[in-house]
C-alpha cells in the first residue's frame, strides 16, 4: 500500500491541495485537544511527584525535573500519539472508508487516477508536521506543572531550577525520533484499515475501533523498540 | 464498441461468468439484464477493467484486453465514464467540483477552459441552479445527474451505469433513462447499463443482453424480448403477477 501510495502521482498542485487539506484536518485541528490535555496532565504529573517528594532531604527542585523528563520523554511522544490513534486514526479510517462503501474509490480508480496516491500518501507528509504538535504539548505540559505548583505553594523558582537541571538535549532527539516513528504509524495503518475495509456503514465503525487497536498496540510495541535502540 | 469474447471469471472456486460472448454496440443503450446474483455486476467490472478476466478477451474498439499493461489499461480507462450505483459523488466537493475533478486530475487546460466543460455538461443535464449545492443537498434525482455529468465531462467513449434508476421513483427513473439514452445518442458512445428494471428494458434497450447463473442466455431489443420465446427470459420478464395475467 506505502509503495503503491509513492508511485504514479497526481498532479502537484491537486496533491500540494491535498497535502494543506489533511494538514488543516490532521494536525492544525489536533492542536486544541492535545493544548487542554498536555496542560491538565503536566500539572497532574507535578503534583504527584510533589507528592511522593515530600521528605524534607529532597530538593523541590526535583519536582520540576521529574516532570519535564516524564513529559518529554513519554507523555508528550507516546501518551498523546495514543490519543491521537483515537481522534486522527478513526478520523482517517472512517473518512476513507466511507469513501469505500459509497464506491467513491473505485469512482477514482475508473477515472484511472491512483486512489492510494491521492488519499493516503498527503496524510503521511502532513503527519511530517506531527512534531510541531507535540512540541506545544511538550512546552504546554511543563507550563501546566507550574502552574500548579505555584497554587500548592511550591516555589516557581524551585520548579523553573528544576525543568533546567541536567538537561540533555538527546533526549529531545530521542523524542523526536519517537514522534516521527508515531506520526508515520498514525497516517498508515488507519489509512489501511479504512482503504481495505469492505461491507456497509456499521463496518466503517467497526473498522475505526479495529484501527485504533492496532494503531496503539504498535505504537506502544514500537515505543518499547526505540527506547531499547537508543537509551538503553 | 466493445466486443467480449468467451470470457469466463471465477471467485474463490465458484465460476460466476461462464462462456460470455457478446457485443455491445456504439451509439446504443445496451442493458445487461438478469436476477440478483447472474452476474451483472462482475461483468459490468470485467468491462471496465476493474477485475481480470480468467479466460477470454475483451475488445475495445479493436483493441484486445489481453496482454495488456498498466499504462494500456490506463489509456482505455481515461475512455470510460461510469456512473454507480449510489452516485459515489465526492461528499465534500458542491456539484461543480464534482463534475470538475477528472478535468482537474487528468488534463492541463485552463481553468476557465475547464468550468465551460463542466458547465455545459451541467447545463446538458438540467443542474445549472444547482452548481453549489453538495451531494448531501440533493435529491437521489439531481445526484444520479451530476454522476452522468461528471462521468461525461471528459468524452468518453464508453459509459458505463450500474443500476442508474435504483431507489428513484418511476417517473424520475424515466427521466434519467431518457437523459442516459439521449446522450449516448448525441456523444455516440457505447453505453452499457447494469440494470433489473424492466421499465428500463421496455424504455431503451436497444440491445439487450440476458444472464442467468453467469451464462448469457438471450439476447435482443426491447421490441423482442416480450416475445422472446425463450422460458427463462419469460420467467424474468413476467415476474409479477400483474404482467402474467396482462399477457394472458
Redo the contacts between chains.
Sequence with gaps: MIKISFTKTCKKEILYKQIFKEINDLVLDSIQIVSILSFFIGGVVSIQMALNLENPLLSKTLIGFATRQSVILEFAPTFISIIMAGKVGSYITSSIGTMRVTEQIDALEVMGINSLNYLVFPKIIAMLLYPFVITISMFLGIIGGLLAMTLTGVPSEAYIQGIQMDFDSYHITYSYIKTLVFAFILATVPSFHGYYMKGGALDVGKASTKSFYWTSIIIIILNYIVTQLLLS | MIQVKNIYKSFDNSDILKEIDTAFNRGQTNLIIGQSGSGKTVLLKCL?G?YDVDSGEIIYDGISSKNMNHDDK?EI??K?G?V???S????SMNVLENVR??L???T?IQENEKNEKAMKVIERVNLKDAIKKLPSELSGGMQKRVAIARAIVMNPKYL?CDEPNSGLDPKTAIVIDQLIQEITKEYNITTIINSHDMNSVIEIGENIVFLKEGYKIWQGTNKEILNSGNDEVEDFVYSSELLKKLKK
Design positions: 471496465l476493474l490506463l480507462s481515461r470510460m461510469m454507480f450505483q449510489g459515489a459523488l465526492f461528499d475533478f477528472p482537474d486530475m487528468l492541463t458505463f
